[in-house]
């Protein structure tokens, strides 16, 4: 099984749009939150039509996964 | 052994072609890491977590290697698990409204697609546990995605599979609580494939970093809960003259004292296990 971290696919579509004289928006910081998931969503599927499963590599999904408490549950959401 | 990162509460090692995790004393308050450490509050979850992970393993394989392949001076707060190729969804099961959730119905009357009732208030219970993933962003927010989106993303199958594991484990986890006397509001699982292509639980499992923990006998919809383990902290930095940016304030002893014996609870009351005590050293203060 291939795998590629669609996030980076993102960047690396970002990248390409630029050198081809596009703006590309930063789906991540977006004022429009529906951007992120198409973004993410979109580069899944391109990854998985292309036989490839879209996932993060080992190390960087891991510590993305670890090393931060849940955000959602964090204090300013606990306490206000 | 190469240290890969060290975040907030925990530090990634890699030893061998395997990954160590180690849980920290250190606790945060509004993202900001303390100067003081909760004694044992590393080991605590990181046996809290092994411990669901044993009671879970019939629901899905996990990544743990080993609690006792690891250097000594890390006994009891560190896991050697197995490397995974990480699925880029956050699998997100909620029992209660809280949190981004709780936004995100505000918002809409639904989260990740999945419609609610009307008039449900903070902290209120839901019909029943709904699956609410989100995106897994390298920087900035996850947002929530439907489950036809994680279909998109990893296939029908493997969603459906993340749905029912996700719920499961909530469920399983919620009852356990439930008989203790805690609610288990919400939890986020991650997921990855292991080297031959077998989707693995990964991460922590039904800490309070990785869930919500209310004691049901203070549970009240319609305000903000109480959290069963961080309150004091919490209360006590919210009293304190602080702008909430670096560097947080020292925790005073009594603080300290009753968070950690709130951790020891927890773990006590949820495994029904007792907490092996140590003789632990009274000088608390580190620089993060």
């Not at chain 2, 919490?234 to 950690?260: F, Y």
């Amino acid at each position: 099984m291939q795998f590629y971290d669609p996030n980076t696919l993102i960047d690396d579509v970002r990248a390409l749009l630029r050198d081809r004289g596009i703006d590309p928006a930063d789906p991540w910081d977006s004022a429009d939150p529906e951007r992120a998931a198409l973004a993410a969503t979109g580069a899944a599927k391109l990854l998985r039509g292309l036989g490839v499963m879209p996932a993060m590599d080992p190390v960087p999904g891991l510590v993305r996964a670890v090393t931060e408490p849940w955000t959602d549950a964090d204090d300013r959401r606990a306490t206000g | 052994m190469r240290l890969l990162h060290s975040g907030k509460v925990r530090d990634v090692y890699e030893d061998r072609g395997d990954v160590i995790l180690v849980a920290s004393d250190r606790v945060s308050v509004y993202d900001v890491v303390l100067p003081t450490l909760i004694p044992d509050k590393g080991k605590i979850l990181t046996q809290l977590s092994l411990w669901w992970f044993s009671q879970l393993a019939d629901v899905c394989p996990n990544h743990v290697i080993s609690a006792t392949d690891i250097p000594p001076e890390w006994a009891g707060r560190a896991i050697r698990c197995k490397r995974l190729d990480m699925l880029p969804v956050e699998c997100i099961a909620r029992g209660y409204l809280a949190g981004l959730g709780l936004d995100e119905y505000r918002r809409y009357g639904s989260v990740s697609g999945v419609p609610l009732p009307d008039a449900l208030l903070e902290g209120s219970r839901l019909p029943e546990p709904i699956f609410t993933p989100t995106t897994k962003a390298t920087a900035g927010h996850d947002e929530f995605i439907t489950f036809d989106d994680v279909a998109s993303q990893v296939g029908t199958e493997t969603a459906g599979r993340l749905r029912a594991i996700t719920l499961e484990i909530y469920r399983r986890g919620a009852s356990r609580a439930a008989a203790r006397g805690i609610i288990l509001a919400d939890s986020k699982l991650e997921f990855g494939y292991d080297a031959s292509g077998v989707l693995v639980l990964s991460d922590e499992l039904l800490t309070s970093d990785s869930s919500r923990f209310w004691p049901a006998d203070d549970w009240q919809p319609g305000r903000r809960q109480h959290a069963l383990d961080k309150q004091f902290v919490r209360d006590w930095s919210s009293g304190l003259d602080w702008d909430r940016t670096p560097p947080g304030p020292p925790v005073p002893d009594a603080i300290v004292q009753a968070t950690r014996n709130r951790y020891i609870t927890v773990y006590e009351q949820l495994t029904g296990l007792p907490w092996p005590e140590e003789p632990t050293c009274s000088s608390t203060t580190r620089t993060p």
